[in-house]
């Protein structure tokens, strides 16, 4: 083997039957091949899930120090590529897709949704995933099903998840939901789809979106031939008042933390766009996507609450508990509710099976103390990011913190571009504000440079590397992004 870390090696990895090549650029031994086992990672010459070769056997091979080896480990364990358990060795983490530095997402800040590695925006940590108390819950509600439940199912869905998701929106987010209202759905996804579909089954042509949110949504509302005309973002939420010289027949915002701004609607604008609605006869579709994870003071309530006739209220179980499990749930005004069935369709897509336990789950108390749970996990990791970006001494403001699972760093105007590239030369995944935008929308002096950044979804082992990785690769001063 060649020992001169300025030349590449071909390592035969003992124990995993592999070849690689790995490139030892430098003087310093552990920089060079904590480097060159991060870029295999991220290339993916190393697979999720491949058992790493024993710090001996790898420093054996190499001609290097054992503890060189050791320590490359422990840093690549800590920023969250590498997992270690006692009994099976050190393992490449479960990463969603390698990261390119050169791709066209490392550039422009696509998010990497269904990540569970880095700062990207997705859902939480999977690990925290309460499978004890949800095998409990599946075991008592199998074991009192009735023998109906074993069918193809109500196209509402089970009512025994319907009248639990009634009690538990009343209770949690002011939310006015009859059981007969609700439908239960595939997710907000498929609800969304849903909706759209039954809106231009009745004549509607167009539906007003916040100027950022996720493109994956504005596709599907074009795709069902609607307009998406977008209303503008601000502090206090969507400029609802621009609804007054738009001829739109609905419109879509996240009315309690704005996605991805972090915003909550004012009560100001929460009474204009209901004012609209009634006014009109439009609809508000609601996506309530993290209503539970609120820090600061008291949950802001659903906007339905004020008037359950013109909104559409969307809840899904993607960050509470895992988008695994496809359900999310709808609650629907009577004018509408025939024509969302018939789109839906006379069969449930739902597992019935899934429906039962999630019913079993909220009604038992353990959905409650592990969102609480979730709450207290969340908010520690908020507080660190906010303390750790500040003691940078980084002309950077953290805003839009106060719920959900993530926060906006703004950055200085026109830096965006590089500290995305910084981040993924770096194996960083985090998320460009830009990457929000709507389509229609071009550059300006009122666009703005910021990284959306996912607190959620790292474990506890790798959170702090990556906190410090972040830190790293944000401009310390405005002059240095120009």
């Not at 006739?309 to 509408?336: C, D, N, Q």
């Not at 908020?382 to 953290?398: H, N």
Request: charged letters at 25%; a neutral charge; glycine letters at 10%.
């Amino acid at each position: 083997m060649a020992k001169n870390q300025t030349n590449s090696s071909d390592v035969h990895l003992a124990g995993i039957g592999v070849d690689l090549h790995l490139e030892l650029a430098g003087t310093r031994l552990r920089a060079g091949l904590t480097d060159a086992l991060r870029e295999a990672v991220r290339s993916g010459r190393l697979a999720p899930g491949t058992r790493l070769p024993a710090s001996r056997t790898l420093a054996t091979d190499l001609g290097i120090a054992r503890s060189t080896v050791t320590e490359c480990y422990s840093e690549l364990v800590a920023e969250g590529w590498f997992t270690a358990q006692q009994g099976s060795g050190t393992r490449v983490a479960q990463l969603a897709a390698p990261l390119r530095a050169e791709s066209g997402g490392a550039k422009t800040g696509t998010p990497a949704r269904r990540s569970t590695q880095g700062l990207a925006l997705g859902a939480a940590d999977f690990a925290e995933f309460p499978r004890l108390a949800w095998l409990a819950a599946a075991r008592r509600a199998l074991a009192t099903a009735p023998p109906d439940a074993f069918g193809y199912g109500d196209p509402r869905g089970r009512l025994e998840l319907r009248t639990a998701l009634s009690d538990y929106l009343a209770r949690v987010r002011g939310v006015r939901a009859d059981p007969e209202r609700i439908v239960i759905c595939a997710g907000f996804h498929n609800g969304l789809g849903l909706i759209a579909r039954a809106l231009k089954s009745r004549g509607a042509r167009s539906i007003a979106v916040e100027a950022y949110g996720l493109g994956l949504y504005r596709d599907l509302l074009r795709e069902a031939g609607l307009d998406i005309p977008p209303l503008t973002v601000d502090e206090q939420g969507a400029r609802t008042d621009e609804l007054e010289r738009l001829d739109v027949d609905a419109v879509l915002l996240t009315p309690a933390h704005q996605f991805p701004t972090g915003h909550a609607l004012s009560p100001d604008r929460r009474a204009a766009v209901r004012d609209w609605a009634r006014i009109t006869g439009g609809l508000i579709l609601e996506d309530d996507y993290d209503g539970e994870f609120r820090y600061d003071r008291k949950p802001v309530g659903a906007l339905q609450g004020l008037d359950p006739e013109h909104v559409v209220y969307f809840g899904t179980t993607s960050k509470s508990l895992a988008p695994a499990l496809r359900v999310g749930w709808m609650v629907v005004p009577e004018r509408i509710l025939a024509d969302v069935l018939i789109a839906k369709g006379s069969v449930e897509v739902v597992s019935v099976l899934e429906q039962l336990t999630l019913a079993e789950f909220i009604s038992s108390g353990a959905f409650d103390r592990h969102v609480r749970s979730r709450r207290q996990s969340y908010r520690r990791r908020r507080d660190q990011l906010v303390t750790a970006v500040a003691q940078s001494s980084l002309d950077i403001r953290v805003t839009g913190m106060a719920a959900g699972l993530q926060a906006v760093l703004e950055l200085p105007p026109g830096s965006e571009g590089r500290v995305l590239e910084d981040a993924a030369r770096k194996g960083l995944l985090v998320s460009g504000l830009s990457a929000f935008r709507h389509e229609s929308l071009g550059q300006d002096d009122s666009t703005r440079d910021a990284l959306v950044v996912n607190y959620s979804a790292l474990s506890d082992s790798a959170w702090e590397g990556a906190l410090r990785e972040l830190c790293s690769v944000l401009p310390s001063r405005p002059e240095e992004a120009r």
